[in-house]
């Protein structure tokens, strides 16, 4: 039998839940089953469920439990509960992590006393941004007695906000009483509660063995909304449960003081019930509850706290708010003085731009579709493959591209465009339903309620981004103050994501509200919709000579310096290769491209396309991809040919800007570390060796679950079209799939 029965409820959490999962597998004691559960068995259909596959692949002390959502985090602890074998059981979030050497502490407490029905211990809140706050529970460590006691012996007991993660419960204890997690929010305030009083032997440990990550969005239960009725149901099955336990009556009065101190700190926060009524019909309901529970002889505490237990046992809800409005009205005048500052801070920019204003109080247009790409770069990239599927499914709406002036002459015919900071650009931005653009709009443009944003993306993530690169100051800098780039991230509505890898990045480095749509990279459609005469049709207006073998060199941008100096001696590159090769330049967009390589331009073994509009239309017209650390290696994958790493700088550019995986150790093909190395891996052969197609298949595996050449369609029929996200195709299987050909070529000695 295991010693502890760790249960991980999963869902809504793939960006952390990986983290984890490890801190537990990590742990030094083994003698426990890690209960991950799971809202479906279909890996294919939860990131999460994909996750706990992977480690139950590789680890025996790891199961899936399957418990529907609508559940929620109650019934998964519930359903996890029931299948647990351990002695004792540990509940863990799925976006928490346990701290090195806890289990080990948790035994060595529990065989000391005895084996208790509940062992208490602490847990720190981990800040999303700012990390560890320090221990969250030392006031139940003061005055506790110092081996195993009952509830009636220490007066921190009860304490209805001591998480379900901070404790270890005897599993025949948990069995023999029936306890269960109460549905609905604030579960834990019931459970942590009739955990004590049914106990008979506790005891405590005081040291932090969870850490408890603090979300950017904030505790669902101090959000806004009507759910905040459901701490009034706990509370009056918190109640009725503990008299009809019939404790004695200092501890009665001791869960009833703290419950409604809970309950008062909700009807003392108008953030939490935004509207009157709900404010009105909350109170009310609390003061019937009060009265209907509070324990004889009760005597109400002193100060401003017993002024509210007053007015709640009265029901005047007159009389609450007008307590409440004096002690708010310093609060409201010191925010008044800021909200001034920040109105006259945006007054010049708005008084400037009139017909934004003017187009701002007009209705929002629900057939109006904007798209931008690259700060208006042109028509390319994901919003472009989108922008083409929505004109053939959606023709009710009308799409406008965004471009900068100086590429308006790039844009294709037949697509309706605006250029940035035009008269246009500001009615188009202020009445838009639909926004989609693969980097952020400027601060200035303002998300109107009811309007969806799509943030679609612009590559697989290898080096860190978002709030990931607060330790990496070199990408920090070019990023910008994080706040202003999470205000710009609270936009989003829609987060496009190409395979499960990005998916945990994404929400990890964006900590915002969005959904994550699994549909794959729109613009990596082209690799499958391709035929071999469009292959040759691109391999000609590129002047690529027929028989060539056509190397993509694709270098990205490096953080740790300015302007583009590609990595590798192209000249010399060229001139050690044979014949038959001819090599395609396409520097990083911050960049231009050959100069400096006239030579080799001229010689015939380089083509500079930089400039080409459509990154796709160069992979289609490549055989072999060199790349070092650029994104395009993950979109050039779904190609199936080919791909060489140059990792010359791979230990500069890994401390400089943070990556999230081992590249060379997970390449998608042979890597270089040196010039000489290239030149080996292309006259001996290895880049199209066995070797480097068992990497592809790997690395494949990995990367390009989602892209399937209907990520565009997907989009548009969730987005623009509204279907049921249940009823749209899942991505074609990796083994189904069929890229577009190589172009046909001549053997390479």
């Given at each position: 039998m295991s010693r502890f029965s760790i249960i991980v409820p999963t869902h809504g959490v793939p960006g952390r839940l990986a983290d984890c999962l490890a801190s537990v597998l990590g742990q030094s004691f083994d003698a426990f089953e890690l209960i991950a559960v799971v809202s479906t068995a279909d890996a294919d259909a939860d990131p999460s469920a994909a996750i706990v596959a992977e480690h139950a692949a590789r680890d025996p002390r790891v199961r899936a439990v399957v418990a529907?959502?609508?559940?929620?985090?109650?019934?998964?602890?519930?359903?996890?509960?029931?299948?647990?074998?351990?002695?004792?059981?540990?509940?863990?979030?799925?976006?928490?992590?346990?701290?090195?050497g806890a289990l080990h502490a948790?035994?060595?407490?529990?065989?000391?006393?005895?084996?208790?029905?509940?062992?208490?211990?602490?847990?720190?809140?981990?800040?999303?941004?700012?990390?560890?706050?320090?221990?969250?529970?030392?006031?139940?460590?003061?005055?506790?007695?110092?081996?195993?006691?009952?509830?009636?012996?220490?007066?921190?007991?009860?304490?209805?906000?001591?998480?379900?993660?901070?404790?270890?419960?005897?599993?025949?204890?948990?069995?023999?009483?029936?306890?269960?997690?109460a549905p609905g929010m604030f579960t834990d305030v019931v459970w942590s509660v009739l955990v004590a009083l049914r106990a008979e032997r506790i005891a405590?440990?005081?040291?932090?063995?969870?850490?408890?990550?603090?979300?950017?969005?904030?505790?669902?239960?101090?959000?806004?909304?009507?759910?905040?009725?459901?701490?009034?149901d706990?509370?009056?099955?918190?109640?009725?449960?503990?008299?009809?336990?019939?404790?004695?009556?200092?501890?009665?009065?001791r869960v009833f003081l703290r419950l409604t101190h809970e309950v008062l700190k909700t009807a003392s926060t108008p953030a939490r019930l935004p509207s009157r009524g709900m404010r009105r019909r909350y109170f009310r309901r609390a003061a019937r509850l009060y009265r209907l529970h509070r324990p004889a002889g009760f005597r109400r505490p002193g100060g401003s706290i017993g002024l509210q237990h007053a007015l709640l046992a009265s029901g005047s809800y007159a009389a609450f708010s007008a307590v409440r409005g004096l002690k708010s009205l310093l609060e409201r005048a010191l925010s008044g003085l800021a909200a001034v500052k920040r109105l006259s801070a945006k007054l010049p920019w708005q008084r400037g731009n009139r017909p934004y204003l003017r187009a701002l109080r007009r209705p929002v247009d629900e057939n109006l579709a904007v798209f931008s790409a690259y700060w208006g770069r042109g028509y390319t990239c994901n919003p472009a493959a989108i922008h083409a599927k929505a004109r053939e499914l959606a023709p009710h709406i009308r799409c406008v591209f965004l471009v900068a002036e100086e590429n308006a002459d790039q844009m294709p015919e037949g697509v309706e465009w605006v250029v940035t900071g035009?008269?246009?650009?500001?009615?188009?931005?202020?009445?838009?339903?639909?926004?989609?653009?693969?980097?952020?709009f400027e601060g200035r443009v303002v998300k109107r309620p009811g309007t969806v944003h799509v943030q679609t993306q612009h590559g697989t993530p290898l080096k860190h981004m978002g709030v990931d690169q607060a330790e990496y100051p070199a990408a920090a800098a070019g990023l910008g103050p994080f706040g202003k780039m999470l205000t710009r991230t609270d936009r989003w509505d829609f987060n496009l994501?190409?395979?499960?890898?990005?998916?945990?990045?994404?929400?990890?480095?964006?900590?915002?509200?969005?959904?994550?749509?699994?549909?794959?990279?729109?613009?990596?459609?082209?690799?499958?919709?391709?035929?071999?005469?469009?292959?040759?049709?691109?391999?000609?207006?590129?002047?690529?000579?027929?028989?060539?073998?056509?190397?993509l060199y694709a270098p990205t941008h490096r953080d740790y310096r300015q302007g583009f100096t590609p990595q590798l001696d192209l000249g010399a590159f060229c001139d050690a290769l044979d014949e038959g090769f001819v090599v395609l330049l396409r520097a990083h967009h911050f960049y231009?491209?050959?100069?400096?390589?006239?030579?080799?331009?001229?010689?015939?073994?380089?083509?500079?396309?930089?400039?080409?509009?459509?990154?796709?239309?160069?992979?289609?017209?490549?055989?072999?991809?060199?790349?070092?650390?650029?994104?395009?290696?993950?979109?050039?994958?779904?190609?199936?040919?080919?791909?060489?790493?140059?990792?010359?700088?791979?230990?500069?550019?890994?401390?400089?800007?943070?990556?999230?995986f081992d590249l060379p150790g997970?390449?998608?093909?042979?890597?270089?570390?040196?010039?000489?190395?290239?030149?080996?891996?292309?006259?001996?052969?290895?880049?199209?060796?066995?070797?480097?197609?068992?990497?592809?298949?790997?690395?494949?595996?990995?990367?390009?679950?989602?892209?399937?050449?209907?990520?565009?369609?997907r989009v548009v029929r969730r987005v623009l079209l509204g279907e049921d996200p249940a009823a749209i195709r899942p991505p074609v299987p990796l083994a189904d799939r069929v890229p577009a050909p190589a172009a046909a070529r001549q053997p390479v000695h």
């Open positions: 529907p959502p609508a559940g929620g985090l109650p019934g998964a602890r519930n359903a996890g509960a029931a299948v647990a074998g351990g002695q004792f059981l540990l509940f863990l979030d799925g976006d928490d992590t346990m701290a090195p948790l035994d060595a407490r529990l065989a000391e006393t005895g084996d208790p029905d509940l062992l208490l211990f602490d847990h720190e809140r981990v800040h999303w941004f700012e990390g560890e706050q320090g221990p969250a529970l030392a006031r139940l460590w003061e005055g506790a007695p110092t081996g195993v006691f009952s509830v009636e012996r220490h007066a921190a007991l009860p304490d209805p906000l001591v998480p379900a993660f901070s404790a270890a419960y005897r599993r025949r204890f948990v069995t023999e009483h029936r306890l269960s997690f405590v440990l005081d040291r932090v063995c969870v850490r408890h990550l603090q979300r950017r969005q904030g505790m669902r239960n101090r959000l806004p909304g009507a759910h905040h009725q459901e701490l009034l706990q509370f009056g099955l918190a109640m009725a449960e503990t008299a009809a336990l019939k404790p004695p009556a200092p501890v009665l009065a035009s008269p246009r650009y500001w009615e188009v931005m202020a009445t838009a339903k639909y926004t989609f653009n693969n980097v952020n994501s190409s395979n499960r890898h990005s998916t945990e990045v994404w929400e990890r480095a964006f900590p915002s509200g969005f959904e994550q749509l699994e549909y794959g990279y729109p613009r990596n459609d082209a690799y499958y919709a391709a035929t071999a005469d469009d292959v040759r049709r691109v391999r000609r207006e590129l002047g690529v000579p027929e028989g060539k073998v056509a190397l231009e491209g050959s100069a400096g390589l006239e030579q080799a331009v001229a010689s015939g073994k380089l083509i500079d396309v930089t400039g080409h509009r459509s990154p796709e239309e160069v992979s289609l017209a490549s055989d072999a991809l060199i790349t070092d650390y650029s994104s395009i290696m993950f979109d050039y994958a779904n190609l199936d040919r080919p791909v060489v790493v140059y990792a010359d700088d791979w230990d500069v550019y890994r401390d400089s800007r943070g990556v999230y997970q390449a998608p093909g042979p890597v270089a570390r040196t010039h000489d190395e290239l030149v080996r891996i292309f006259r001996g052969g290895d880049w199209r060796g066995e070797r480097s197609r068992r990497l592809r298949a790997q690395f494949r595996e990995r990367f390009c679950a989602f892209d399937d050449g209907h990520a565009a369609e």
